[in-house]
């Protein structure tokens, strides 16, 4: 399904939603997360895709590969651990703690019974273990029922207490909000709730590094040259990753940003429907999707401040298409093979229903002349699945595209 988002404003970037998410914070973070050797390794490639692009009737198509920025295999690595950092100075402000200390580990013994706590689908959580093992705090990470043991492993090797309950992920979201106050904990979440919002402020903020690495480095203050897209397409979940990338392109660009068509599980459309209700709303779906890190069944109400007026298109998709959009990209159909995961390939998902209808090409202004740029969010973050869903192993189609780099 689609729908034209009737809360669209086209203005320059509002006053308000700039003290919240800034150009500025963006490249702070980057910043901070650059020192973190382990974990972050620089910007994420972005892949032109040809073939994909002359099959889908558009000028040019780049995905932006966030599986091989770091060993973490997502996007993720960019918002829960730059939240953490800031969570921290606020927490000790006359500490002289600074971020790269803390990624360093020079102040675990400061930080050994501190508690974090975080609800996940499995990406997040990972990454909220990893920096919590780097700067030597203690970490809890809640999973629900449908959080498989091949996505659980990797978070409890990071050292996180893993609790593990009955439910969808918005009961393990409740639950961790609930243990944090029995037990003084501090919620380190990427979707927000009445009377918290800075954590997941912080989450989306990193975010929008990603935006921020499409600019020339030589271009970091200026409005133009942009990266020239006319088309973004951006996955949903609870609305995070989406408003951290709009708001960069919406500062930078204002009026001129790109169309933007935010991507969801046709069970898990809780933007679709806060869309349809003029407010962050809960989906009426079963919640259950292959795609695990958007199978989420409530809006983050502070997401919803950025999205509501700046997101152009709402649509929503089958599983069925994303596992089609996995094996499009593992095969290489555009010449180079990519590796994306269930929620990875959600956004070509959308693209390809959109190119395959005359209706829907004209809706969104889908022309020949078009750019259009997907953000692949996740890499094989679930191995066994991954080659169940793609026909093949992740080592397969790594080993591909590095023959494809090497010709």
């Known amino acids: 399904m689609l729908l034209t988002n009737p809360h669209l404003v086209r203005c320059a970037y509002p006053a308000p939603l700039q003290q919240l998410l800034n150009v500025d914070t963006a490249q702070e973070s980057r910043r901070w997360l650059s020192g973190w050797r382990s974990q972050f390794s620089g910007p994420s490639p972005v892949w032109a895709l040809p073939g994909l692009a002359r099959q889908m009737g558009v000028a040019h198509i780049d995905l932006k590969d966030e599986s091989s920025r770091s060993p973490l295999g997502s996007f993720k690595v960019l918002g829960a651990p730059v939240a953490l950092l800031r969570l921290i100075l606020r927490h000790w402000p006359e500490s002289g703690f600074s971020p790269a200390d803390l990624l360093a580990g020079r102040h675990a013994a400061q930080l050994k019974d501190w508690v974090v706590i975080s609800a996940t689908d499995g990406n997040h959580g990972r990454a909220l273990a990893a920096a919590a093992q780097s700067v030597g705090c203690r970490c809890v990470i809640v999973l629900h029922a449908q959080v498989s043991p091949e996505r659980e492993a990797p978070i409890a090797a990071l050292g996180a207490e893993i609790v593990r309950i009955a439910g ?3 009961a393990s979201v409740h639950e961790a909000a609930r243990l944090a106050a029995v037990n003084g904990w501090q919620v380190v979440s990427d979707t927000s709730y009445p009377g918290y919002e800075d954590v997941p402020r912080d989450v989306m903020q990193g975010y929008a590094i990603i935006a921020d690495e499409l600019w020339p480095a030589d271009q970091a203050h200026a409005q133009t040259p942009d990266p020239g897209y006319s088309h973004v397409m951006l996955q949903g979940g609870v609305g995070g990753f989406a408003a951290g990338v709009l708001s960069y392109f919406w500062e930078r660009l204002g009026a001129q940003r790109p169309v933007v068509v935010v991507v969801e599980p046709q069970q ?3 933007l679709y429907q806060s869309a349809l209700q003029g407010q962050a709303a809960a989906t009426a779906g079963t919640v259950d999707s292959v795609m695990a890190g958007l ?5 983050s109400p502070l997401a ?19 596992v089609k959009a996995i094996g499009v990209l593992a095969r290489g159909d555009a010449g180079d093979p990519v590796l994306s995961g269930e929620s990875g390939a959600a956004g070509l998902a959308g693209l390809q229903a959109l190119a395959a209808s005359a209706a829907w090409r ?46």
């Open 304 to 322: 919803w401040r950025f999205l509501q007026p700046g997101v152009d298109f709402f649509m929503t998709v089958s599983d069925e298409a994303a």
């Open 295 to 299: 199978a989420c069944g409530e809006a």
């Open 362 to 407: 004209d809706q969104v202004g889908l022309e020949a002349s078009s750019r259009v740029l997907l953000i692949s969010t996740e890499g094989a973050t679930a191995p066994a699945l991954y080659a169940e869903l793609a026909g093949c192993s992740a080592e397969q189609v790594l080993q591909a595209q590095a023959d494809w780099l090497t010709r």
């Open 168 to 170: 969808n992920y918005d």
């Open 268 to 270: 898990a459309d809780c």
